[in-house]
């Protein structure tokens, strides 16, 4: 049998309605996949992790550090 | 109350104890208040130091363990920025006005309040504060404005004058900013008091291998301090005579500084013990980020700085990984046993070797295997290979005369005079405590 890969998670009907308006006119397709972008923002955020500087700008900084000995 | 931050990176309590008696603003407030040692968090460098100690969470929590991390389950290492830190400043935290300059990581600038970013600064080209304009009323205020100063260098005087010259300047800028805009948390931090002693530690400490007494560096040392103390004195002075006995003042420092006794290479241990191999014999003074790795062959491997990081070679996590869930256990207990039995040139060390889970109240993030302090953090472990020994005459990226020690300071002023002595993760408490004192 194929593992799953989605379960369920309940929200006040209420909530949900209003995320129902907020993604009307953009490109996510259902209130499910617009939570699923949310959590994994909010849960990144959590984690902690890369930041989203311009690899340009995070070279800078890391020539910068290494000029002062860090790297 | 509102509430002004002296941040002096890297200022130990035995310097500070010292030259108390020249020190007459620092010593001031200490008599006006509480203060003590305060015990830096693990690993004690800057970043994290000063997140944990704002925030009041250790660096486990707030997965941050130092310039730079290894993005678990992979051999690639990233920057820590400002952007990394996801936790507030209690002072966010309250909603309280702040204005804050060069606290670490610092670049791009925090959106709070407002804000001038630290040393990760590339230049004054990019958005240095928040908000935008704040930087050129500073420029319009003291000239160009400097966030650091090349430290690692053999041009001692050179540096001084450059040491001083940034070190006014951010006192000016900070004394129009605080003048000038409203704040409830003033936090100033200067990076300069660190710098000098990784430029003249040998001139002024006994401890340090090569200590040269009687130089000019010598002098520059304690004048350096006498700067600073009077810097403060103007700075306090200033806001309270314009907000009398409503203004508490906090001196801090993320960490001490000690002499360095010694430099490690630690991956050329790590071959010569048989965790670590190469494909090709690696260049003299190579980084091991860049040499070639037999990843099939290697279970420990190690990033150097004031402390050594210890990855495992995990099988099932790294991309090459070859040390199963079984044998880790047995892999770290080896790897310590070996640690206990290093012999220095000088004879035997006490080095420290921990899991961060032992370390922190939660591990976030990309953390390392294991955390190593060679010799109390006198013995500086570096990355580079290639050499012929693991024991080095000198620090791989330029010459440095310390590193860095458990020991910082703490005054708290006013406060019922005594001396207490305070563990980094509670500094946050502390500060909010003061602010709601009569």
Known sequence: MEERKYTTVSIPITLYRRLESMIRGTGFRSVSEYVTYLLREIVAMKEG????????????????????GYL | MRLLILALDGVPFDVFSR????????????????????????????????????????PGELGIYGFRHLKRGTYEGYIVTSQSLREKFFWEAEGLRSIVVGLPPGYPPRKYGIWVSDFYTPDTNRQWTYPTGIADEIVGSVGDYVFDIPYRTDRKDEAYRSLVDMTVKRWRAARMLMEKYPWDVFVLHEIGTDRLHHLYQKYFDPQHPQYVPGT?????????????????????GAARKRWGDQVAVAVLSDHGNQAQRGVFAVNMWLAEQGYLHFRSEPARGEDIEKSEVDWKRTQLWAWGGYYARVFVNKAGREPQGIVSEEEYWDVIRDFRRKVKALKCPWGYVESQVYRPQELYRAVNGDYPDLIVYFDNVRVRPVQTVGYETYWLSENDRGPDDSLHSFDGIYILSPYEPGKRDMYAVDVANALVGLMRRR
């Open chain 2, 19 to 58: 030259l108390s008696d020249e020190l007459h603003n620092m010593s001031e407030l200490r008599d006006g208040g509480r203060w003590g040692t305060l015990r830096a968090v693990d690993p004690p460098i800057t970043v994290p130091a000063w997140a944990s100690m704002f925030t009041g969470r250790d």
């Open chain 1, 49 to 68: 992790g890369e930041p989203t500087l311009s690899p340009e700008e995070i070279e800078e900084i890391k020539r910068r550090l290494r000029a002062l």
């Open chain 2, 216 to 236: 000019t560096y010598e002098t520059y040392f304690a004048e350096y301090y006498r700067l600073v103390d009077g810097l403060i004195g103007d700075l306090v």
